[in-house]
């Protein structure tokens, strides 16, 4: 009898961690190594979120707090979705726990039972098909290529959907295609939702403040309300706020859902760290300029990477709707060789190459489920993503 269980054995170690140590060694040894591959928001948290958590601290919040989130912050997040989603939720129908992450997790966790299916479409972040195993269920990815755009289609999900279908993943806009559904692409899938009434949708918002042009954010509960008591609704202040370590996300959905949440989380982590809540509450309660200025740094910087990459020889680079990612095509490299001699025959074998011969550790697309492609995480400096642009450039163009 083996000491570690079946349930791990069915996860896959992470590519993305793996590029990330690979980028890490070669650092290490000395050399320049640009790393494009963090999925975090390179700015700090805004100066008055951080002064709540200190005056939290001082003020004694540092007891243990009502297992899924103190009421005065499930209070600031009815707010927000009243304000910005024109959602009304009750403090009842919301759940606060350590990252979006773990409002996902407990989500899949209180509802999966073997053999129950979630359709994933594909590019998807990383960790949906590994928390639908973790949970004893089965995802069913969807591929949605760079022709539609990223985004899922209905005749797609009606291709997906079988008696066993109890939840429907959507993640705009999307890592790690950046990709967004506007009104009209939602409407067509919640309007397909709406005759299938078993299935649920999660809808993963994470990324609901980064969005550029004149792309307007909606999500499944509000663009179809007869689907609200469906939906779970997920969110979280470490992209919004510049807050990926202080570990807060949230849910909002039907209380006997949210109560199933909270049970599980009671027999597992309890609450979320007490002077994070005070931060996020501050965050949602506060003044919402770092939004704006964030939102203007990250579309200066998807313009200059999507036109950098577009003048390589070999990469296409849809323009993104939101999020800090771009997820361009590399169909075009494939049966080549790089400019050291290593033959690329995947999105797996460019980024190896390009890594190890120019110093830029971006992540492949088969981690996300969709190939030849590959992701870069514009979340750093100007000046860096600009010696990253000519430093791929100068690959490509050597690619022979
Ligand atoms: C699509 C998506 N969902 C959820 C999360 C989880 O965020 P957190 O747990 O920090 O709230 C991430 C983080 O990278 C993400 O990219």
């Not at 200190?54 to 912050?73: F, Q």
């Not at 200059?304 to 939101?322: E, H, K, M, Y």
């Amino acid at each position: 009898m083996g000491f570690l269980s079946d349930r791990l054995a069915r996860v896959k170690p992470s590519p993305t961690i793996a590029m990330t140590t690979r980028a890490g060694d070669l650092r290490a040894s000395g050399r320049d190594i640009i790393g494009l591959s963090a999925g975090e928001p390179d700015f700090d948290t805004p100066e008055h979120i951080r002064q709540a958590a200190k005056n939290a601290i001082d003020a004694g919040h540092t007891r243990y707090t009502a297992v899924d989130g103190t009421l005065s912050l499930k209070q600031a997040i009815c707010g927000k979705f009243a304000r910005e989603n024109g959602l009304d939720y009750a403090p009842s129908q919301i759940t606060v726990g350590t990252g979006g992450k773990q409002i996902l997790f407990n989500a899949l966790l209180a509802t999966l039972n073997p053999g129950d299916e979630v359709i994933i479409p594909a590019p998807y972040w990383v960790s949906y098909p590994d928390m639908v195993l973790l949970a004893g269920g089965t995802p069913v990815v969807v591929p949605c290529g760079i022709d539609d755009g990223f985004r899922l289609t209905p005749q797609a999900l009606e291709a997906a959907i079988t008696p066993r279908t109890k939840w429907l993943i959507l993640n705009s806009p999307s890592n790690p295609s950046g990709a967004g559904y506007g009104r009209d692409h939602m409407q067509a899938l919640t309007d397909l939702l709406l005759r299938h009434p078993d299935i649920w949708v999660l809808s993963d918002d994470i990324y609901e403040h980064l969005i550029f042009d004149d792309f307007r954010f909606t999500t499944p509960a509000q663009v179809e309300p007869r689907l609200k008591d469906r939906v779970l609704t997920m969110n979280g202040v470490s992209k919004a706020y510049a807050m990926t370590g202080w570990r807060i996300g949230y849910g909002a959905g039907p209380e006997p859902l949210i109560k199933a949440m909270a049970k599980l989380q009671s027999q597992s982590t309890s609450n979320p760290c007490s002077i994070s809540q005070y931060a996020a509450e501050a965050a949602l309660n506060g003044p919402q300029d770092y939004i704006a200025s964030s939102r203007k740094a990250f579309q200066r910087r998807r313009d200059l990477v999507v036109a950098g990459l577009n003048a390589c020889p070999g990469i296409d680079c849809p323009t993104p709707q939101g999020a800090f990612y771009v997820y361009p095509s590399i169909r075009d490299l494939l049966g080549k060789t790089s400019p050291a001699g290593a033959s690329i025959d995947s999105d797996e074998d460019f980024c190896t190459a390009l890594l190890e011969e120019t110093g830029v550790a971006v992540v492949f697309g088969a981690a996300f489920g969709l190939s030849p492609h590959f992701r870069i995480s514009y979340a750093t400096s100007d000046d860096q993503l600009k010696d990253a642009m000519n430093r791929i450039r100068g690959f490509c163009e050597a690619c022979s």
